[in-house]
């Protein structure tokens, strides 16, 4: 990657101004250690800044999208081939654990019942009629009646099965056949979901993520803490993560909703997948904005500017992965001889040269006006 080392000379404004530098190719120049707070740049002074080119990483590399799934989730199938002869219930309603929620016809298990009885009492009566028997044919009656018998609770079980029920109290989500449909066994009828706690997978340092422990989790617009159920390897969807994060793993997070605030389906954020493009950078160049959140700068057209960033894991000791609002021709400042504010815009003294003036003893320059911080890069 390449870095240059950057002179500036000339006027140089204390909060927005511009300066005139000349640039001198120094790739393998080491970094200076800084010595307490760097002076503020002001009208005369001459500025070193050492940067380099930036390789930007589009952020739907790592996009992965999230949502949010009930505690429990359960889709109930028909048993049998028949016609659906109820279906009660509407979507987003409450049921009680073994409320009937769709009935199919029964007519032929009812039948089949009514069978397996007349067979029970035949077996009865025979078992009856052979009390005399010696006990081989006294064991041959008995084992009749419990075969009938047997056929009798299997009936009834056929029958019972007509009534496809809800296991759980909680919320229909889906009503997918409709009075009158003839189904197949193991057909989708019903959605059955327990929303008292909703959870998702998600992407989580490994040194961060412990069961019991929470994580931050933003749920739309809604930042929140969500408690960390189980830690799991990696799921592959998240695998282009590992070239940016030291040790990540798969956390399944548990969002507490008692009071029905959140609802399925609804997108989940966490900070490990960037939304803004990623860049490999020098630990020296990350600093701090006043409210303590991380930032860096770059030269950017001419003219500084501080780029919020949200750090990622390390390559060794002396670099970095970060997420910000980068654009392409970035280049990240690494070391300054003086503090330059966002908008400070620079010129190269090379055009002074030109110009016929003396890089050494330059002109003071024109106070610029200051320039605008952009807005969504």
């Given at each position: 990657?390449?870095?240059?080392?950057?002179?500036?000379?000339?006027?140089?404004?204390?909060?927005?101004?511009?300066?005139?530098?000349?640039?001198?190719?120094?790739?393998?120049?080491?970094?200076?250690?800084?010595?307490?707070?760097?002076?503020?740049?002001?009208?005369?002074?001459?500025?070193?800044?050492?940067?380099?080119?930036?390789?930007?990483?589009?952020?739907?590399?790592?996009?992965?999208?999230?949502?949010?799934?009930?505690?429990?989730?359960?889709?109930?199938?028909?048993?049998?081939?028949?016609?659906?002869?109820?279906?009660?219930?509407?979507?987003?309603?409450?049921?009680?654990?073994?409320?009937?929620?769709?009935?199919?016809?029964?007519?032929?298990?009812?039948?089949?019942?009514?069978?397996?009885?007349?067979?029970?009492?035949?077996?009865?009566?025979?078992?009856?009629?052979?009390?005399?028997?010696?006990?081989?044919?006294?064991?041959?009656a008995q084992s009749k009646v419990d075969l009938a018998k047997a056929e009798v609770d299997l009936a009834k079980y056929i029958v019972e099965q007509g009534s496809v029920r809800a296991p759980f109290a909680g919320e229909l989500q889906r009503l997918l056949v409709t009075e009158g449909q003839f189904v197949k066994a193991g057909d989708a009828l019903a959605i059955v979901v327990d929303n008292s706690k909703l959870k998702v997978e998600v992407p989580a340092e490994r040194s961060a993520a412990t069961p019991g422990k929470t994580l931050p989790l933003k749920i739309e617009n809604t930042e929140i803490e969500a408690k960390v159920e189980s830690v799991l390897p990696l799921d592959a969807r998240f695998g282009s993560l590992r070239d940016v994060f030291d040790s990540v793993a798969s956390a399944v997070v548990i969002v507490d909703n008692a009071d029905g605030k959140f609802k399925p389906g609804q997108s989940a954020y966490v900070p490990l997948i960037p939304r803004q493009p990623v860049a490999e950078v020098p630990t020296s160049s990350v600093g701090n904005l006043p409210d303590g959140q991380r930032k860096l700068q770059v030269v950017r057209h001419g003219v500084v500017r501080d780029i919020p960033i949200i750090v990622m894991g390390s390559v060794g000791i002396n670099r970095v992965f970060v997420s910000g609002a980068f654009a392409e021709g970035d280049e990240v400042i690494y070391e300054l001889s003086h503090q330059l504010g966002d908008g400070f815009q620079l010129k190269p003294s090379v055009a002074a040269a030109t110009a016929g003036k003396d890089p050494a003893n330059p002109t003071p320059a024109t106070p610029a006006t200051p320039a605008k911080p952009s807005v969504g890069f």
């Open positions: 990657m390449g870095r240059q080392h950057i002179v500036f000379g000339g006027a140089c404004l204390a909060s927005c101004g511009l300066a005139l530098f000349s640039i001198n190719s120094n790739a393998q120049e080491s970094r200076s250690e800084s010595k307490g707070a760097l002076p503020i740049a002001a009208a005369g002074d001459q500025v070193t800044v050492k940067r380099e080119a930036t390789h930007i990483e589009p952020p739907h590399k790592y996009k992965v999208p999230l949502s949010l799934e009930p505690i429990r989730s359960v889709t109930l199938t028909a048993p049998f081939d028949g016609i659906v002869r109820q279906a009660e219930g509407k979507p987003n309603t409450k049921v009680q654990a073994q409320t009937d929620l769709v009935r199919l016809d029964n007519t032929v298990a009812k039948l089949k019942l009514a069978r397996a009885e007349a067979a029970l009492k035949i077996a009865l009566a025979e078992q009856k009629k052979d009390a005399n028997e010696d006990e081989l044919g006294k064991s041959l």
